[in-house]
Each structure stands twice: as C-alpha cells, then as structure tokens.
C-alpha cells in the first residue's frame, strides 16, 4: 500500500521566545518487511539558526534545531511517501513464558532491539501491581506470547474508553488505567505495563493511522492525530510483533511507523527548551492518503 503523509505541528507563544532548541523526531523510517520510505522532507517556519539531523539509539531519525533570534510561532511541516510492506502471518510460532524466559536469557546483543531494554520500568512506564494483575487475568486463556499479547489487547479496547479529553500527555499510567479511559499513548502504555510485569518485552510505536479508511470498514479512532501502538518480543522464532491496543488488532497496512523506545519520552514528536515569558498554544494536523 502506497501512501502520501502530511504532518503539521503549529505552536503558538503568547510572548516571543528565544534560545529554543528542540529535537524532533516525525519522519517516517524505512524497515526491511514493514514498509520503505520512497521519499520525505521537512518544513519549518521560521527557519532555524542550525540545523543538523542524526539517528538515534533506537534507531529514530532526529532533526536537531536551534533558534538565536526570537519568534512569536513555529510550524513544522514533514511530508512523506511511504510504501507499507506488511503481510499478515497466521502461523504462530511465539512460545510459552517459560520458554520466553529462556529466549531471553540466552540472547546476548545489547542493540537497539535487546529485549532486555523493554522488560523493566522506564521513565514513562512504572510496574503497577494493579496493571500486572490485570495483565495477568490474560494467563487464563491464553498460553503462548502471541496469544497472550492479544487477548490483552482485546481486554484493552473492550475495558477502557478512548476519550481524548480525559488525559493529558503528562497523564501518569496509574492515573488512565484507575480512569478507564484516554488515548492510544495511555493504551499503549498500560499495555506494555502489563506485559513488562509478566515477564514479555514490549515497546512504545510512534507513528501515523490512515485518515480514509477503504470501503466498508470502519474509521479507525485516532486517524487524524499521530498514532501510538505496541511492539512485543515473543521470542527468537517470531521477534518483534505489534499490537494495536486503541483499535484491538495487530498493527497492519493502516500502520505507519516512525520510530520505537521504552515509552512515548523515547519518541515524543518534539521536545526541547526555550526562553519564554508567557504560555503557548498547539495544534497538530495528520493526513494519510492512499496513491491510487
């Protein structure tokens, strides 16, 4: 499937600032299987005073910016095609906990896919008793990684309400998951809460959702804003696979990756400081188009 994506982040000062420096990560990235970048640019107003780029750990392209002069607003425009390359697999080759727990043990690497760095709490993500334990109600029904990954997934989306005003993005996880509602950044972390806490690696996707969706399907909820899911390691055999908590399905051909961490402070769309003398306003805009 081949798609067009526009992103525009706008901010708004209430008093002009200087001496931003941020770090941006909204491209989407080429990932052998998943999907291939044909091409994509960048877009900011007003122009910087530098401008650098580098990739980071994890493996997320990074736009480095910095500002000398003031300003009274900054807008960030990424634009992209992007060919997504993903194929359902319905063999299900994951193993058991147990058999997990040996996997891990015996892998060695400590590179940006180690699943050792997505077993415990990160900055974002603390290991709840609560989240655990309803983590673990999945055990009952389900017995390998893969099943286990999904029948939570599905608990997610029926047991908790997206409501988009319900949460901030400082939200803490005990917070949504005692609420019983927010977006797919909450969804997304209790998740990976739940799993860390039975012993399963799980990571935070950010990315982008189709904003049309085909033919008599349903719109999926957060199309129109950048998207957050799930990656679980379940095992040598199988690796990597994402899980789509909002929407109760694995990440498909709607799914568009750009980057993977701990949690959302390992890919936040933009962070950074500035010297400031008032609040600010933001807005965000997605497009996902499919090229006919």
Known sequence: MLYDVKLTLDYQYDAPVSGGRHHVRVFPRTLPGIQRVIASSLKVTPSPSEHTEFTDFFGTRVTALAYRAAHDDLEITMTARVDVERTDDDIDLTPDLGTLNSDI????????????????ASPRIALEPSVTAYARQSLHTARTVREIAMDLCLRIHADFAYDD?????????????ELRRGVCQDF???????????GVPA???SGFLRTIPPKGRPRLEGADAMHAWVAVWCG?????IEFDPTNAMRAGQDHIVIGYGRDYADVSPIVGVLRSAGGHETSQAVDVLEVA
């Open 105 to 120: 043990a015996q892998c060695r690497h400590m590179g940006a896919t180690s699943p050792h760095h997505f077993l415990a």
């Open 165 to 177: 005003n319900a949460t901030r993005v400082d939200t803490a996880l005990s917070e949504a998951f």
């Open 188 to 198: 997304a972390h209790i998740m990976i809460a739940g799993l860390r806490g039975l």
């Open 203 to 205: 990571g935070y996707v």
């Open 236 to 240: 040598r055999e199988a690796g990597w």
